[in-house]
């Protein structure tokens, strides 16, 4: 999943994402929420949470949890890209990585930890 962190995304306690990538998230049925651990580029544990409404037929998602302080520390701001990748282990246990970068320049993307704060 590949987001561009919009202003309410950098200072809220959620951060909503494409649908289409719910599919990586597996929601127990009867449930409207999975909880997750993700690694991030210098391999800090986050602990986040994937919720879908309960009514209504727009499932937008959002990511939740430790979000808000993840977004803090690493400063991030509107315009930034995150990127929240799913690998599954040959015994089928999901593991996540979360990766949050700025454009530099003309496309160029770079980790949100290089830029002094």
């Known amino acids: 999943m590949e987001k561009s962190v919009s202003k309410s995304d950098a200072t809220n306690n959620r951060m909503e994402f494409p649908k289409k ?7 127990p049925v009867g449930q409207n ?3 997750f651990v993700a690694v991030d580029t ?8 994937v919720s879908i409404r309960n009514v209504g ?3 937008k998602p959002w990511i939740s949890g430790q979000w808000r302080r993840y977004a803090q520390e690493k400063g991030l701001k509107k315009g930034d890209r995150v990127k929240l990748i799913m690998q599954v282990e040959g015994n089928a246990v999901r593991s996540y990585r979360i990766t949050a970068e700025r454009n530099l320049t003309m496309g160029i993307w770079i980790p949100v930890e290089e830029f002094a704060r």
Do not use: H
């Open 21 to 27: 990538s719910l599919k990586n998230f597996p929601i």
């Open 33 to 35: 929420y999975f909880n």
């Open 42 to 49: 210098l391999g800090r544990r986050w602990g986040f949470k």
């Open 57 to 59: 037929r727009y499932k």
